[in-house]
């Protein structure tokens, strides 16, 4: 299984700022398409690759040429699978506006901003984290090998 | 209204992260020193990457979706590779989490120290730091060569 190339580490920071901001706006306004915009975001992070992510766009164009390069790389599968599981929840966000649970909305929009913000303010990747919690609820399929 | 309930939550939720943050901060890398109580039988994986005595293992718990992982990594192996009598594996439960669930692991990266037989000395959650480390293993380990100049011969 290959998640694709190494990355920029700072790349996934800046979009834990930007996707802080957004969901913070999301929340204070509860203006559903702006959540919506961030799930596809999300989506395309998980399931189109990092390359075409949005905010990584954003970063390569906009932040990388004015810092100085760095040989840092970061594996791309924890990514990944993070924004996968930010993907739930602004997914679950929106459908909650959208369908006046807005309660829902709310719950789910502030669940991924915590773990955003703590991906920008302490470069902890709750994401990652919830892999072995996720994985404990879920049956014993398939042990390879 | 709504926007007025989404501004307590946003603050909430700030202050919620900016706790949780600054405590996984402070927890990260500390040492909990584990019981002598024998041990309730390792996963097999565990079992097998074990070095054999007298040296002291550190098995490291990854999964393929951990940043911080690779950094222990190169922390604990580099540490391995210059202290005498350590042992570093890292083992990768993406697809067996089973085997972390055995052994009382939530997050990864832990870093469990066994002995040959496989009794727990310590255990470490987050990235360890590396000469904090080695002081809470130093009497655990082999007792090395001679302090003082690297001892010639012997």
């Known amino acids: 299984m290959s998640a694709g190339p190494a990355v920029d580490p700072r790349g996934p920071r800046f979009a834990a700022v930007v996707t802080t901001v957004v969901l913070a706006v999301v929340l204070v306004t509860g203006w559903w398409p702006l959540l919506a915009a961030q799930t596809v975001v999300f989506a395309i992070g998980a399931f189109a690759g990092l390359r075409l992510a949005p905010y990584s766009v954003l970063y390569r164009v906009l932040v990388a040429p004015r810092l100085k390069p760095t040989s840092e790389r970061e594996d791309a599968a924890p990514l990944r699978f993070a924004q996968a599981v930010g993907f739930v929840f602004a997914l679950v966000g929106t459908i909650g506006y959208v369908s006046g649970v807005t309660a829902l909305g709310i719950v789910a929009t502030a669940f991924a901003l915590f773990a955003a913000f703590l991906n920008a303010a302490f470069d902890f990747c709750l994401g990652c984290e919830m892999y072995l919690l996720v994985r404990r609820f879920t049956p014993r399929t398939e042990q390879a090998s | ?154």
């Open chain 2, 1 to 154: 209204m709504t926007g007025s309930t989404g501004l307590w939550v946003l603050a909430g939720t700030l202050v919620a992260g900016l706790v949780v943050g600054v405590l996984l901060h402070l927890r990260n890398g500390r040492i909990r020193t584990t019981d002598d109580s024998a041990p309730a039988g390792l996963p097999e994986p565990v079992a097998a990457a074990l070095a054999p005595a007298p040296a002291v293992t550190l098995v490291q718990i990854s999964t393929t979706f951990c940043a911080p992982c690779r950094h222990t990594r190169a922390i604990l192996s580099h540490l391995a590779e210059r202290t005498e009598g350590l042992a570093h594996v890292d083992l990768d439960v993406t697809d067996r989490p089973h085997v972390a669930q055995d052994l009382g692991v939530l997050r990864t990266p832990t870093t469990l120290a066994l002995t040959s037989s496989g009794r727990e000395l310590l255990r470490v959650s987050g990235v360890p730091k590396a000469q904090e480390l080695l002081s809470a293993l130093e009497p655990h380990l082999v007792p090395r060569v001679e302090r003082g100049s690297h001892s010639q011969g012997g």
